[in-house]
């Protein structure tokens, strides 16, 4: 199977879909599985590694954003099902009924972008893009309509910054990754400059960029992004992936980023019948589910090339990190396809 594995990735570098991939598996307490192939850098001779820091896009609305509002939750701070606006009173357009903050979470607000048109918020600055976010409707009525959209995860973030009084680069370095020991974790920018340890994924010029155009243009000019920003590895991302498989759980005292009542709701999906399956900020099915996973997963991906999966039934988990430089969905699904065989290694 692991020779399925380095098929899989050296096909994908010959096709021109990725340039190099990391990945990482386990369970709860061990890494069982540790592989890397390829390059960091297209075009250099930078080796792709378990260390390599990359940018992993929307994986950060996961790791980052729903991580930091469950701990909020933890604290008192906020109540998932009150309206999003008792948080953001300042968000002026006019809604059609109270959008709940597990709405947001869950892509069901009703916010969406038109196809083939510029983004509402979307503006030349970062404060421009964070003052536009709340001056639109929502395209559908709340619960109705289930559209992926980041604009989402921007309200979200500035919601954690509303209730902990810290920026969400601040939060998320102070309550996650310091307390999990993530060292090679950060949002905005990475952590080294190291050029040997950074990576360039698609839609960058150069390494230790964020792809995302609205997260690039939000960490730049002073602001936070709660829809992508994070740069990490995927050996730091395996030790998120284990405190996940503990209930929220980690370190030698047993320590918790949240109670077991908390982590249910990252691992409960709220959907409305007929949706794809979601929890708060995870996925919990779609057709890019590992069929070697229990109906308890929750996963997520990233644009440029980033999936991380935990099968809380079966205490099992899978980061594969690529630097995605091709056909989009051909990637997204040779990432689960990997899962699948890493899970299967694993039984």
């Known amino acids: 199977m692991a020779t399925t594995i380095e098929n899989i990735i050296g096909n994908a570098i010959s096709d021109g879909v990725i340039h190099g991939a ?67 009173p300042e968000f002026r357009a006019e809604l059609p009924a109270p959008i709940r903050v597990r709405d947001l979470a869950m892509h069901i607000s009703g916010f969406g972008h038109r196809a083939g048109e510029r983004r509402q918020y979307d503006a030349p600055t970062g404060p421009e893009i964070m003052d536009n976010i709340l001056a639109f409707s929502p395209l559908y009525r709340p619960g109705t309509h289930f559209e992926y959209a980041c604009w989402n995860f921007l309200l979200l973030g500035r919601i954690v910054e509303r209730l902990s009084g810290r920026s969400l680069v601040a939060f998320c370095q102070d309550e996650i990754f310091a307390p999990l020991a993530m060292h090679d974790s950060s949002m905005g920018q990475p952590v080294s400059d190291d050029p040997q340890r950074l990576a360039q994924t698609e839609g960058c010029s150069a390494p230790g960029q964020i792809s995302d155009f609205i997260a690039r243009r939000v960490f730049r000019d002073g602001g936070c992004a709660g829809n992508a920003g994070v740069f990490s590895s ?18 030698k005292e047993n320590k918790a980023l949240f109670s077991t009542a908390t982590f249910a709701e990252l691992t409960t999906n709220r959907m ?76």
């Open 22 to 88: 990391a990945i990482v598996g386990g369970d709860n307490a061990r890494v069982i599985f540790r592989h890397s192939q390829g390059l960091a850098v297209g075009g250099t001779d930078i080796a792709m590694t378990t260390r390599t820091i990359i940018d992993i896009a929307s994986v950060s609305k996961a790791v980052a954003t729903a991580t930091a509002l469950a701990i909020c939750h933890d604290r008192g701070l906020i109540d998932f099902d009150a309206p999003f606006t008792e948080y953001l």
């Open 272 to 347: 409305p019948d007929g949706m794809p399956k979601r929890s708060f900020g995870w996925v919990m099915a779609d057709q890019y589910k590992p069929q070697n996973s229990s109906a308890k997963i929750i996963y997520h991906s990233g644009w440029s090339g980033q999936s991380i999966f935990a099968d809380i039934a079966k205490k099992r988990f899978v980061v594969v990190l690529t630097t995605r430089c091709g056909d989009y969905d051909r990637a997204k699904q040779e990432r689960t396809d990997i899962a699948d065989e890493v899970f299967a290694l694993m039984r």
């Open 234 to 251: 995927a050996d730091d991302l395996a030790i998120f992936c284990q405190c996940l498989l503990n209930h929220g759980c980690y370190g």
